[in-house]
């Protein structure tokens, strides 16, 4: 049975940083950050693959947010720096059926719970 469990969410002033852990338990996978912010659509933040060769970034948070992980525990992980009130809401990551990477939310099979990120201003 996959299972992915996400941690680290907080409340940050505009600025700061904040780590978020993916610990994923079943296999290993492809893992997508994506992020639903109040009132609006889930969307990609950011995505590495199973390997940890290629990493990908939506365009808002390049040179902002480090995607990585550590294959010894099975652990993603999502560094996110110069934290921006946009960046508000609960962050997922989700796992596709294959160890393929995509960008694209309906690929993805195996979600957690989410954290929540609050930036204040």
């Known amino acids: 049975q996959v299972q992915l469990v996400e941690s680290g969410g907080g409340l940050v002033h505009t600025g700061g940083s904040l780590r978020l852990s993916c610990a994923v338990s079943g296999g290993a996978f492809s893992v997508g950050w994506f992020l639903q912010a109040p009132g609006m659509e889930r969307e990609f933040v950011a995505a590495i693959s199973w390997s940890g060769d290629s990493t990908y970034y939506a365009d808002s948070t390049k040179g902002r947010f480090t995607i990585s992980r550590d294959s010894a525990v099975n652990t993603m992980y999502l560094q996110m720096n110069s934290l921006k009130p946009e960046d508000t809401g609960i962050y997922f990551c989700?796992?596709?059926?294959?160890?393929?990477?995509?960008?694209?939310?309906?690929?993805?099979?195996?979600w957690g719970q989410g954290t929540q990120v609050t930036v204040s201003s």
């Open positions: 989700a796992a596709p059926p294959s160890k393929n990477v995509h960008t694209a939310e309906n690929l993805y099979d195996y």
